[in-house]
Antibody, heavy 122, light 109 residues
């Protein structure tokens, strides 16, 4: 069965960096794009970033563009999110999620991890 | 663009409830709409993808559609059960950007 296990969350001060990891199992990681989605306290879901199956294409939400970097290592079945210049508004639970292609017109998330908590506070 | 959902809805067990999701700009039909369920304390799960498709394991009490005239999508849950009590989020795309709706809290009382 598909498993996505996030780690690397913690408490940091504004301006600091953090690197989140997500180890995947139960599917051929090489063949799938991956997402990071976050949920801020008491609020809804916010898409953060997506990476294509081979790592060649990366896209970001406006609120993290230029500060966060997504990457994946297919040999290690691992997805990362490097977060620099963290702000209090980046506080939340960060979910790793597997992308599933529907057709040439679109894709969706079919599996989610359990999330890792990031808290940015002075 | 934005996806707007009602903040909350409530209905009795056994009844049918419908949650709307209105796209602010661009056509609702241009990109697929998905629906995700998040039970209290849990991670999201997918209940509808590609406008109206149910992943395996999701009961057929869950259905969805899009309406071009109102530029909106809707999720319907029939035969409501207490286990359906959760937050529901719609999601769609615009080029290479993913957008989630603000979420709707469903209370089954």
């Amino acid at each position: 069965q598909v498993q996505l296990v996030e780690s690397g969350g913690g408490v940091v001060q504004p301006g600091q960096s953090l690197r989140l990891s997500c180890v995947a199992s139960g599917f051929n990681f090489n063949n799938y794009g991956m997402h990071w989605v976050r949920q801020t306290p008491g609020k809804g879901l916010e898409w953060v970033s997506v990476i294509s199956y081979d790592g060649s294409n990366k896209y970001y939400g406006d609120s993290v563009k230029g500060r966060f970097t997504i990457s994946k290592d297919n040999s290690k079945n691992t997805l990362w999110l490097q977060m620099n210049g963290l702000r209090p508004e980046d506080t939340g639970v960060y979910y790793c999620a597997k992308d599933q292609r529907i057709d040439d017109s679109g894709d969706y998330i079919d599996f989610w991890g359990q999330g890792t908590l990031v808290a940015v506070s002075s | 663009f934005m996806l707007s959902q009602p903040h909350s809805v409530s209905e009795s067990p056994g009844k049918t409830v419908t949650i709307s999701c209105t796209r602010s700009s661009g056509s609702i039909a241009d990109y697929y709409v998905q629906w995700y369920q998040q039970r209290p304390g849990g991670a999201p799960t997918t209940v509808i993808y590609a406008d109206n498709q149910r992943p395996s394991g999701v009961p057929d009490r869950f259905s969805a559609s899009i309406d071009r005239s109102s530029n909106s999508a809707s999720l319907s849950i029939s035969g409501l059960k207490t286990e359906d009590e959760a937050d529901y989020y719609c999601q769609s795309n615009d080029y290479n950007t993913w957008v989630f709706g603000g979420g709707t809290t469903l209370t089954v009382l």
